[in-house]
Every structure is written in C-alpha cells, then in structure tokens.
C-alpha cells in the first residue's frame, strides 16, 4: 500500500472515530459548559427579570451553571449582537423582544441580520404593559390623563426602554388613539426609566408589568390601566385602556434564541427543557405573580 493510500485509510479511520465523539457532544448538551442567559438591557427591567427566572430553571434542569449576563445599550442591539456572532455550541441564549423585529427598520447599519443570524426557540412568555404615572401627578385614570395632556399639550414626557420595544410603540400608540402630545424620552432600559418615574423626572410610562407593578403595589407609582383587552389578574384592581379608549391592546413578548446554525439537537433540548418550565413551580409562581400569563412555545 502506498503513503498517500495509507493516509487516505487514517484519515477515514480518524473521521469514522470522531463522529461518535461529536454526536455524544451535542446529545449531552450542555455537556458540563457554563451557559450565559443574554440579557440585552440593564437589570432590573422586564427582559432581566424573565432572563433570571430562565437560568434558574435550566440551572436546576441541567446541573450546570447558567448565569444571566446584562449587555445593554443601543436598544438592544449590542447584547442580540453578542450572540448572533458569538458561538453556535448553545452557550449563549438571547432573550429575545419585540427589538429584535424592529430594530432592523430603526437602524441602517446594523452588524447583524435576525433573520439570518438568529434561531428562535421557545416564546417564554406573554404579558401585558401598565400604563404608570409618577405618583403626584394629578390624575387617577386613563380619563384623568388624557384630559391632563389636552389640558396641558406638549408639557407631558414619557419614557421607555428604548426606540421600537413594546413599550415604546404602545406609548405611540395610547397618543394616537388619544389624541395627545407627550414628549418620548428613551432609556437604556425599563430599570433606569422607572427609576426617574420614580423620582418625578418623567411623568408617565407604558411599561411591562412584570417591571412596574411591584412599583405600583408599594405606592411609589401609580398604576392607571393594563393595555391587554382584558383586565389581568395580577393586576385585578386596573381597568383596561380600552375601556376609555375602544380597540386598544397591546402585548408582549419574552422569548429565548440562540445563534443560527447551532445544531438541531441542541435547539430540540433548549426548547423541550424550556416546555418544562411550567412544571417548575417556585419559578412558574414566581412569573405568574409578576403578571405573567403563561408559557408558550413559538410554532
């Protein structure tokens, strides 16, 4: 036998051992790795708070570590950034928002493409917004505010999370449909605008509730009205905003992705342990509590 049929057999032998090798990898995923949870906003927010309630639960799925890691700034687009260039070994899982869709329209030069550079894997959950206003503002409804704003045009501000989340759009939407004038200001996320709403700096916000309503329940704001066409549970004291104005609703999203061409068996495990988060209790209570309607995986 020859020198370069010789190599040709080593190499079939070296490529015949090592696929088993690769495919007992992906099976144990996640193979004794830390994975990092990406959380494209400041902690405190609603992504932040949903992220956390992810690790702990692949945590306790898997027996490896999963730590939450907060990449925030440019709305969004530096954390979802990380992970559509980072690795495709599932190390890194993205909650993904609202951002991700809109992000392209808002921004020409983006380093990243979602559709090309992102899987989705499981929608988390789904919650309603709270329309919150600074607790010395002189009004006590949707009514109140939006008779308030008229009265006052162009002297109002809100803040948000950033340009195109959720709860940038339904603050756009809520002055639409009303008619009003309020100034939009953005932040780097939720935790840092209801820290100024908080402060009086701003005067209103539509924020997730997840973020707001333990704010709300302390009396360090004030909660007017749920943007879901139904009242929500967790917040049974709140009417809707469309009691005062018909036909408006809005709500979010929370998902978990992972970077394009990470292996289907990788994707299979995330989505069926992330199915199984609604059988974790102390974290399936502890969403719920925060106006969380429930899990629901993306078709």
Known sequence: MGSNSRRTVLKRIAAAALLPAAARAQEAYPNGMTVKVIVAYPP???????GRAVAEHLASSWAVPVVVENVAGANGNIGIERVAKGPSNGSQLLVMTANVATNPFLYPHLGFDPVRDLTPVSCVARLPNIVVVRKDLPVASVADLIAHAKANPGKLNYGSPGSGSSPHLAAEMFKRMAGI????????????????????????????????????????????????????????????????????????FHGIGVRAHTAPTIVAKIEADLRALTNNTRVRDRLAGLGVKRQEVLS
């Not at 405190?44 to 949903?50: L, M, Y």
């Not at 309503?213 to 905003?241: E, F, M, Q, Y």
């Open 44 to 50: 405190g927010g609603t992504s932040d708070v949903v």
């Open 181 to 252: 004038d309020m100034m939009g200001i953005t932040y780097k996320g939720s935790g840092p605008a209801l820290q100024d709403l908080i402060a009086g700096n701003i005067d209103v916000m539509v924020d997730n509730i997840t973020a707001a309503i333990a704010l709300v329940r302390a009396g360090r704001i004030k909660g007017l009205a749920v943007t879901s066409a139904k009242p929500s549970p967790h917040a049974s004291d709140l009417p809707t905003v469309a009691e005062t104005l018909p036909g408006y609703e809005v709500n979010s």
